[in-house]
């Protein structure tokens, strides 16, 4: 069976700093992982995703992640947060055969907040 | 392309009434997906169709909610009776089959659903 937790139910981060959202998965076979951003009163934009190769992925507004299998790890990060970044964020992983990528479990989420 | 494009965007209705979910997927896509996002229980997959067929519904709450796809480019989600914890976010998302390098689901706008 697969899960996603997320580390971190809120973050906060000045302007400038570095983001570090966590996700830790658990999948009986070889996972597919996104990161999905959410804003306000809006649906799940994809920012980045790991299917197979390169384990350090790079995605949309600056975002990268790497995939870690030995601490079953897919953390976001973004060198700079900028006040446009605060926005909730959701780790997923695919359930079931890779060839179904839109039946995921998602983690429960992080509340990025951006301080000026 | 427009993306997933679900209808209404928001729909208040009183306790026991019929709703109806509307949802066009990504012409091309074979499968779609309904997600319901609430606080207590974050994003929960309800059922997907894969070809306009049901695959699995194990996520369907109760015998009040039904869903359909009598074509590739329209999807219904009904509850009914509708209940006051039935409110919630309903997204509707769509995905090609992979593996392959654009087969993450897209997620439609999200129709908010409030029960009084």
């Known amino acids: 069976a697969q899960s996603v937790t997320q580390l971190g139910s809120h973050v906060s981060v000045s302007e400038g700093a570095l983001v570090l959202l966590r996700c830790n998965y658990s999948?009986?076979?070889?996972?597919?992982l996104f990161w999905y951003v959410q804003y306000p009163n809006q649906g799940l934009q994809l920012l980045l995703k790991y299917t197979t190769g390169a384990t350090l992925v790079k995605g949309i507004n600056g975002f990268e992640a790497e995939f870690k299998k030995s601490e079953t790890s897919f953390h976001l990060t973004k060198p700079s947060a900028h006040m446009s970044d605060a926005a909730e964020y959701f780790c997923a992983v695919t359930r079931g055969v890779v060839s179904n990528t839109g039946k995921l479990i998602f983690g429960q989420g992080t509340t990025l907040q951006v301080k000026p | 392309d427009a993306g997933v494009i679900q209808s209404p965007r928001h729909e208040v209705t009183e306790m026991g009434q019929e709703v109806t979910l509307r949802c066009k997927p990504i012409?091309?896509?074979?499968?779609l997906f309904w997600y319901r996002q609430t606080m207590m229980r974050g994003l929960e997959l309800l059922i997907y169709?894969?070809?306009?067929?049901?695959?699995?519904d194990s996520g369907m709450p109760e015998d009040r909610f039904s869903a359909k796809m009598p074509n590739a480019s329209f999807s219904t989600l009904k509850i009914q009776p509708s209940e006051p914890r039935d409110s919630a976010v309903y997204f509707c998302a769509s995905s090609l089959r992979g593996p392959g390098q654009n087969t993450e689901a897209f997620f439609g706008q999200g129709t908010r659903l409030t029960v009084v």
């Open positions: 012409s091309g896509h074979d499968y």
């Open positions: 169709f894969n070809n306009n067929v049901p695959i699995d």
């Open positions: 999948s009986s076979v070889p996972p597919y």
